[in-house]
């Protein structure tokens, strides 16, 4: 097949998040070259008007080699910013080709944290509670969430970007202590002023953070993979237990060190992961997802999940925790980038290897709803620079 890798553009004084975007573009690259793939690159930049239409994403000269293309392998983050990055599968979709990953639609749902929140909230799924001082209406108040904790009054809140995603502005400070709705948005606009773009806070969840990959097959459908766990253990009750930029991107510091993933866990663990899988499965439904997906829970005191993030277009770089819960199944990246490729081409076969196919499925089916927890060995970082809960692909 010929294939399109399609990317935004990434300027060499680019941030090291943005710079990502490349060592994931070359990681696709090779696979799909390994699979017997030819590829060629295709950047995408906005222009000036960043609120532009699809129609403008791709000229009269990249339309036509799409058009030439068998598929579109997409991984744009950023058009003009992360809030327009779902403008390029929109073109996609007018033009008719075949393109990897979620649609137009879920994309910008699940880009924007509090559009997913609202979608989570609609299909019934535990979100923690937020407030949006950008809104009008609303104030300084608390505009939802479903269950505890939900209400506006004194308790900890965490602030965050509403459209970025690689741990933007999201330090210890960001954990606001026995604060009440109102001071929570103050802190909102104040990140918003310092950082720019729109910020919002939402109930801080106290407890352990896991991270579940979903991995769509045409022969299994979307299949969870196993979860991952962020250790906290090395953060004393002083720090706010949270992978933030630091954690992602800051080698050397304390967060960065001191955030492994593990996959491995007691047998009285097991309820709890398959409720995960279960609700990771609902996500990719409420969202109406495809390809691959990632979900990302905190868990409180007393076993309750609640969803953070749903990110349609985790990252696929070996280093990221996609392709960590990938090889917990014995599964490769090119495996796994065979099969987002086959989803998107929509073929009527399991691939170049079928019995593999079947293995996936199983292997899957096993571990995502039934909740099983692997066993095999990992070591305790494995995580290269991304601490499970972003890759820098949101």
């Not at 598929?71 to 950023?78: D, G, R, T």
């Not at 506006?152 to 954990?175: F, M, T, Y």
């Not at 106290?206 to 766990?229: I, K, S």
């Amino acid at each position: 097949m010929r294939v399109i890798v399609l990317h935004n553009h990434v300027p060499p004084e680019a941030a090291e998040a943005d710079q990502d975007t490349l060592v994931q573009v070359q990681a696709v690259e090779r696979e799909l070259a390994r699979l017997g793939h030819e590829t060629a690159r295709l950047a995408v930049r906005a222009g000036t008007d960043t609120a532009a239409a699809a129609d403008g994403v791709f000229g009269p000269a990249e339309r036509e080699r799409i058009a030439e293309a068998d598929a579109v392998f997409n991984l744009v983050e950023s058009y003009g910013g992360a809030e327009h990055a779902h403008l390029a599968a929109r073109a996609l979709e007018d033009l008719g080709a075949p393109f990897t990953g979620s649609g137009s639609e879920p994309l910008r749902r699940s880009t924007g944290k509090l559009l997913a929140k609202q979608t989570l909230q609609a299909a019934g799924l535990a979100t923690p509670a937020w407030a949006d001082p950008a809104d009008p209406a609303a104030g300084d108040d608390v505009l939802g969430g479903t269950g505890s904790p939900t209400d506006g009054g004194p308790g900890d809140w965490i602030v965050k970007s509403v459209w970025e995603h690689a741990s933007l502005g999201l330090d210890q400070d960001a954990v606001l202590r026995g604060a009440d709705a109102a001071a929570a948005a103050r802190a909102a606009r104040g990140r918003a002023a310092a950082h720019g773009g729109s910020w919002f806070a939402e109930r801080f969840v106290h407890g352990r953070e896991f991270n579940l990959a979903v991995l769509e097959t045409v022969m299994g459908g979307p299949l969870v993979l196993p979860p991952a766990e962020i250790d906290f253990a090395a953060f004393g009750p002083e720090r706010a237990r949270i992978v933030g930029q630091a954690a992602k991107w800051d080698e050397g510091s304390f967060e960065y060190e001191n955030t492994p993933r593990r996959f491995d866990f007691p047998e009285a663990d097991r309820p709890l992961l398959r409720e995960l899988g279960r609700l990771a499965l609902a996500c990719w439904r409420a969202f109406d997802l495809r390809g691959y997906a990632r979900v990302d829970f905190r868990v409180d005191g007393d076993g309750k999940p609640w969803i953070i993030d749903v990110n349609a277009n985790p990252c696929l770089s070996p280093d990221a925790g996609f392709a960590a819960a990938l090889a917990r199944t014995g599964m490769s990246l090119g495996e796994a980038v065979a099969a987002v490729l086959e989803v998107a081409a929509d073929g009527a076969g399991a691939g170049a290897d079928a019995a593999a196919g079947a293995s996936w499925r199983t292997i899957g089916r096993t571990i995502g709803t039934e909740g099983r927890a692997p066993s095999a060995r990992e070591g305790r970082r494995g995580q290269g620079r991304r601490s499970g809960q972003r890759e820098a692909r949101e």
